[in-house]
């Protein structure tokens, strides 16, 4: 099974509309590759699940600048003032989630949990609409489980079968995406064969990964 | 008889898995699915004490001891496999990763429900990872003896208390191969040498008797 | 900060009637170093929460066997018949969890949640007494956190900092246990020096434990 | 006066940590802190885009890309730290194991309540990992100048939306120290050369004296 494809192929696989995780955090971990590809096909009206909307030239936020999604589910915009723009304008729908809310939903998705509860948010807008559940007389906020159609991660070291290995504080969203979407495709700083990763490195096992992508700065 | 019996289940079960497909094999007769793949197929087994790419036994005087199977048993991993934690091994189960789980039965019935982990009073190990495994795979395959003892196991309903409700898809016998659906239970084939009454006489179920009832090929 | 200690040092901190968290799987990942001192000491009227309560002669089944605990909670009792004798008896109370319910228990413990949605468990005894969610139509089970006094883990190789890397399948419930409770020792198989082990081998941060034992095997 | 008020706030707040402190500091004056630590005192900091053990800024043409901290510039690791996902990073931060953090604020009141995300129509920034924070560390300490042009951040009650109700401990501005208690708000501490007359003007909020009130040592 080659899971090796190039990145033509990976961007048949995404479609106008979609919703798609994308790793890294202020751009550290994205996978840029993927960025380059949906900004040439001109894939648009995406639903982005991201931590940040990095910077108006790097990271996912050259798809904000490029007007190329519709909703965006991130727990910070400040670092690229498009988005805020935008959301202002009335362009691109923001919903805002506290960082460790956000992954925590994400990885419920991925981990086929119903939600969680989190004393995070109460009290503050966050909880707004939300249902809130006492446990021991402390009170909580359900929060709901994220997917996504696709997740776009990034890896550092990537062996044929999909096993990735992130470095350093590459790491933050990507494990978490790579459960939690229906076709997972990593871009790859470096390919090697199977078998050249330890198995207890590696961070995303292969069976999680379904496309790989080499060429990832 | 008993053991060509769980022979032809595994082989059966085993023309059921596709390649490439993440598969948890419970232990017992479960474990000798993987001896039997059809040619071609190489699927990737599932441990949930914690990796992926679970291979045979090591050789004798290579075990190593910090790495055991569910069962406790020293194993090996193969090249391109992955080790990980409780929490995320059993994330992988329930989220829907594994494509099929193959268990043995000491109950189904025509619903799906499954009894497999305790008998009140008698046998109490506990559930280990069955309820996650039966909730949360995309397929979940029975592979067990028609009746014990003459006495069936494929009820109208269930009386041992549940593993999990609803869950079962495939129920495979060494006399037959039962699809769990909508309708209730349909017999799609029956063993070699096996016949239909035999079939009905074991089963308290209600069959549907489909209508490209064919022979099994193991 | 030295956090190295005596096995002797470590069983000053376990005392009569609390409630531990211990490592393992089948005994594999369990620090042995720690039930030996347990047994020794002769500390008792334990509260275990474990994934299994191991064998007769191995892991912490041999609490078991020296009836050292009050109540155990635990996936799977089945490989230790001593375990079942005493549940029958009513000299042992045993709570039995669905092994990722109780993985997932532990790490909400941990990770500072207030519990989660699960439908493992849906139509079965399981559910019984608990609080039942419906999200979207699809009915789950809400379990609850779970935490403990001290957990006793067991590292493959620990720097002095505390620092641990869990060898192949020795890591099962050892990482989610090292988050949940208020005191952390770790059984060391290594102990290396600070800076040894490279910060992304790293599976559990050397902040959450605050004891080393050497001479784990 | 602005960077020397900065300068004392830092400095106050560096007494407040204790060896072997987890510590996450927010970005701007918070970071601040980790350069005054009182000598013989080493904390940890936790950097919550995933890793302990965060270290100063790279040597110039030594950056690490992979490497940044929670304000995405190059930093270090030191020896002894550990990366880890956002999931676990969060997980620290609720679950407790992070023994303090320092933040700003735009506004605070008498019951704890801190506003520091966002300003409805001007600034919606989104609030990253500050709720998480300010839920989950053990102690929250917020470090910020007095007042925002005369007009008071200290209040009787917080206008901006919240970003955490009742979790706020500590305030140090460059005027005051103020302990947030059951009763309200305690002014424990007054800056050198400020007096209470002024610190009473630039507060909204009622300050309780404490019976041992003392000039603030930096």
Redesign the interface.
């Given at each position: 099974?080659n899971k090796i494809i190039t990145i033509d192929q990976a961007m048949e696989k995404i479609e106008d509309g979609m919703t798609i995780m994308i790793g890294g955090?202020?751009?550290?971990?994205t996978p840029e590759i993927f960025i380059d590809g949906m900004l040439e096909k001109g894939v648009k009206d995406l639903t982005v699940i991201c931590?940040?909307t990095g910077f108006v030239d790097k990271g996912l936020g050259r798809l904000v600048v490029a007007k190329r999604l519709k909703k965006v589910i991130?727990?910070?915009?400040?670092?690229n003032p498009e988005t805020?723009r935008q959301?202002n304008s009335g362009e691109l729908e923001v919903e805002?989630v506290?960082?460790?809310?956000l992954?925590?939903r994400?990885?419920?998705g991925?981990?086929?949990?119903?939600?969680?509860?989190?004393?995070?948010?109460?009290?503050?807008?966050?909880e707004k609409d939300k249902?809130k559940?006492k446990?021991e007389d402390?009170e909580?906020i359900?929060e709901?489980p994220l997917r996504a159609d696709i997740a776009l991660i990034r890896g550092?070291v990537v062996?044929k079968?999909g096993?990735v290995?992130?470095?350093?504080?590459?790491?933050?969203?990507?494990?978490?995406m790579a459960?939690?979407a229906d076709l997972v495709m990593v871009g790859a700083k470096e390919v090697v064969e199977?078998?050249e990763l330890d198995?207890?490195?590696?961070?995303t096992?292969?069976?999680?990964v379904e496309y790989i992508v080499g060429g990832e700065k | 008889m008993s053991m060509d019996a769980k022979e032809i289940i595994a082989r059966r079960i085993a023309k059921e898995l596709k390649?490439?497909d993440?598969v948890n094999l419970g232990i017992g007769l479960p474990t000798m699915v993987a001896n039997y793949l059809p040619e071609g197929v190489r699927v990737?087994l599932?441990s949930e004490n914690g990796?992926?790419?679970l291979g045979g036994a090591p050789d004798s005087g290579k075990e190593d001891q910090d790495l055991v199977n569910a069962g406790g048993q020293c194993v090996t991993?193969n090249?391109?496999?992955?080790?990980?934690d409780s929490?995320?091994s059993?994330?992988?189960?329930?989220?829907?990763?594994v494509d099929a789980t193959v268990l043995g039965a000491l109950e189904v019935d025509e619903t799906g429900n499954l009894a497999n982990y305790m008998i009140p009073g008698k046998m109490v190990p506990g559930m280990g990872g069955a309820m996650d495994l039966v909730s949360?795979a995309k397929r979940v395959i029975i592979g067990m003896i028609h009746s014990a003892k003459g006495s069936p196991k494929i009820l109208k309903r269930c009386n041992l208390p549940l593993t999990a409700a609803g869950q079962v898809n495939l129920i495979v016998t060494e006399k037959a191969v039962i699809d769990v659906t909508e309708e209730g239970l349909v017999l799609k084939e029956i063993g070699q040498g096996v016949s239909l009454e035999d079939i009905l006489k074991d089963t308290e179920a209600n069959l549907i008797i489909s209508e490209e009832l064919k022979i099994m090929e193991i």
């Open positions: 099974m955090f202020m751009g550290v971990g931590n940040d991130a727990s910070h915009i400040g670092t805020g959301m805002l506290p960082q460790g809310t992954a925590e994400v990885r419920c991925g981990y086929g949990l119903g939600g969680f509860l989190t004393a995070t948010g109460i009290g503050t807008e966050v249902q559940i446990v402390k909580y359900l709901l550092s062996d079968s096993n290995f992130y470095n350093a504080s590459t790491r933050n969203f990507n494990p978490i459960m939690a199977v078998g198995p207890n490195h590696v961070m096992p292969g069976i999680l | 390649d490439g993440i990737v599932q990796f992926v790419g991993i090249a391109g496999g992955a080790f990980f929490a995320m059993f994330g992988i189960i329930r989220g829907g990763h949360g």
